[in-house]
């Protein structure tokens, strides 16, 4: 394609939705684009994205979302969005907030409809602990406290269950 203004190839596509669904799109060379102040550089920062892109699922709560961390296991909610991981059960609890608008834009529902495996843990006192000691046991490796290590790694297998 080439650029709308000077005829050099197009770098920049921008596309405009306009009310009644209408597209117009715009192609411009990177020296136009900049001409026009389609974009700052500030704009272009992978905060100011990550940002953007959070603000547009979430709304005004983002801030608030962005600081929240789990009790249990200490993963903070950006840390998620980074990974695409929750790090326990109780990241559900600790990120409902954000993570509502998330599930029913991907799924198109926010309740679980499904199987549920059959060596679910029915008390999440024993949950709470085993992610307790799966922490410890992380720091103990960190800290090379390896007969910790060990103790810790025999409890969370007597548990026999997988988080």
């Known amino acids: ?3 709308f203004s000077c005829g ?14 209408q597209k117009k ?6 020296a136009c684009a900049e001409k026009m102040h389609l974009f700052q550089q500030k704009q272009l920062s992978l905060p ?9 699922h979430l709304g005004p709560a983002v801030e608030e979302i962005s600081r929240l961390h789990c009790p ?7 840390e998620f969005r980074q990974q695409g991981r929750l790090g326990c059960p109780y990241d559900y609890v600790a990120f409902r907030k954000g993570l509502l ?3 029913e834009r991907l ?5 679980h409809r499904g199987k549920v495996p059959r060596r679910c843990l029915p008390d999440t006192d024993e949950q709470r602990q085993v992610i307790r ?17 060990a103790v810790l790694r025999d409890r969370i297998r007597r548990k026999d269950f997988h988080l």
Do not use: S, Y
């Open 1 to 3: 394609m080439k650029c």
């Open 133 to 149: 000691w799966r922490q410890e046991l992380g720091d103990a490796i960190t800290r090379e406290a390896f007969e910790e290590a």
């Open 72 to 78: 249990a296991c200490g993963i903070g909610f950006m």
């Open 107 to 111: 799924h198109r529902r926010v309740r």
């Open 48 to 56: 100011a994205l990550v940002h953007a892109l959070l603000g547009a």
């Open 25 to 30: 799109e715009l192609h411009l060379c990177q």
């Open 101 to 103: 608008p998330l599930l």
């Open 8 to 21: 050099k190839p197009a770098t920049v596509h921008v596309t405009n939705v306009e009310p009644g669904g």
